[in-house]
């Protein structure tokens, strides 16, 4: 470790303990944000960082620097840099999440938060039991993919699984409400003796490119670049490299399957088979009834997103298509007199309608990945398949499973499955009520049950080859 990060924190105790402050938008209080400053065994400095609106906690930095009177951080995965001054029990300066984005912050020492620090018992600490190694690899376009891949120790000729996250912009763990997805299944996974390949989408984390310009197929391409990277591991069985695909993710595996032939199998965790446009409607209609938000509330937003997928599908020029949009829209400022101002918090939706509201809609990718149709692909696929889907999940409705099992039966495959879990949610943990809202409140980040069943059926491939073919 180099000086610039051991900071020693001896001459500087004051700092040591809790600091609850907030992002300072407009030279007011926005969003909560909270530090934990603590020295190790060796007394080295260590920084916690919690957003409790997020339902984030515990997020390590990656990088500490202090100096006599300033403190830096990095949390790389994130984007986060805080750039810090303190006196007394007063800590003010910077908070930048990616380029040209840095506003005011200020921290006050406390002996609480006023929030709960939710506890994530599911994920590892380090040292770990197995190897973890942060590698790099080239896509298609020579953009260049970070990620980290684990495997257990001494051993060689592993199975190996790419993890592909679902949509937005992801950090090789799939960080949700503070839930780290993909580092607590890695490390399930990897103790069950598999080499396990998770990576930050291309333009997220540590990788390269643009991600606003990527669609489904050069994400797949990434996945399928990812393989070949574990190809030229010599501690990877070459047979026996396969995806596990999460949501979107879902709809990515494959395709990249049909990219790469050295894929041997594919796991489809929450997988749709609508076109995305149609997993929006129906998301939206789910979670905001969930929600309670009213039924002419609810039936209005759809035909508001209905008009807007129309418009982007007939349009090409992305000005012409917000132009064009926004007129469409117009028409349904009347109804919104019908509406109660609860119900259009909740949608996000203000009088009059703003085409900017639907910003996220009208980037350069949504055109290609809003109308692709996932289903058409799985028809194509013919290497085992285990889809799985839980029962409560509000994002991705459970009657895409019965699709998939479908399209399955049809490919004759014996190895493919599909189960349907009680309880389970979107994110694949045991909960409640299934919603959005409900995700950050569960400790539990991975169902277990889930984690093993993937390795049972994924050992069994070979298992039920040896016994055909001794």
Request: some cysteine; overall charge neutral.
């Amino acid at each position: 470790m180099s000086a610039t990060t051991k900071n020693i924190i001896s001459d500087h105790d004051g700092l040591r303990g809790k600091w609850n402050g907030s992002i300072i938008i407009k030279q007011k209080p926005g969003p909560a944000i909270a530090l934990e400053i603590d020295k190790d065994i060796n007394g080295f400095l260590k920084v916690l960082l919690h957003s409790p609106g997020q339902k984030s906690f515990n997020i390590k930095a990656d990088s500490v620097k202090l100096t006599s009177n300033s403190l830096f951080v990095l949390i790389k995965g994130l984007n986060i840099a805080l750039n810090l001054t303190f006196e007394d029990d007063t800590l003010k300066g910077l908070f930048a999440q990616g380029p040209g984005v840095s506003l005011p912050v200020e921290f006050r020492k406390v002996d609480e938060f006023p929030f709960k620090v939710l506890q994530r018992p599911q994920e590892p600490k380090e040292p770990y039991s197995y190897i973890s190694e942060n590698i790099e690899f080239k896509s298609f376009d020579n953009v260049k993919i970070r990620g980290t891949l684990t495997r257990p120790r001494e051993e060689e000729k592993l199975p190996a699984v790419v993890l592909i996250s679902g949509s937005g912009a992801s950090d090789r763990d799939q960080t949700i409400f503070g839930h780290k997805t993909f580092l607590v299944l890695s490390h399930l996974l990897t103790k069950k003796g598999f080499a396990v390949l998770r990576f930050d989408d291309r333009g997220a984390g540590e990788s390269e490119g643009d991600f606003s310009k990527a669609t489904i197929m050069e994400h797949a391409q990434d996945a399928s670049a990812a393989v070949s990277y574990l190809l030229s591991r010599a501690e990877i069985d070459p047979k026996r490299i396969g995806l596990i695909g999460h949501s979107l993710g879902g709809d990515i595996a494959p395709a990249a399957s049909l990219i790469n032939p050295d894929i041997s199998f594919m796991v489809l965790m929450a997988a749709s088979t609508l076109p995305l446009k149609d997993v929006i409607i129906e998301q939206c209609d789910s979670i905001y009834s969930k929600m309670g938000v009213s039924k002419g509330a609810v039936e209005l937003n759809r035909e508001i997103l209905e008009t807007l997928f129309t418009t982007i599908n007939q349009q090409h020029d992305l000005g012409k298509i917000k132009e064009i949009a926004q007129d469409a829209i117009n028409r349904y400022n009347p109804r919104l007199a019908e509406i109660s101002e609860a119900d259009m918090r909740v949608l996000g939706i203000k009088a009059p309608i703003n085409i900017a509201a639907y910003s996220k809609l009208l980037i350069p990718f949504m055109k290609y990945d809003l109308f692709y149709n996932p289903a058409e692909t799985l028809e194509r696929v013919n290497i085992p398949v285990f889809a799985i889907n839980g029962d409560m999940d509000v994002q991705v409705a459970s009657h895409n499973l019965d699709k998939i099992s479908s399209i399955l039966a049809k490919r004759g495959n014996r190895h493919n499955r599909t189960t349907l879990y009680k309880g389970v949610n979107h994110l694949m943990q045991n909960c409640k009520t299934g919603r959005v809202d409900e995700y950050g409140q569960i400790e539990e980040t991975f169902s277990e049950e889930i984690a093993l069943d993937i390795s049972e059926w994924i050992k069994s491939l070979w298992r039920k080859d040896r016994e055909t073919n001794p």
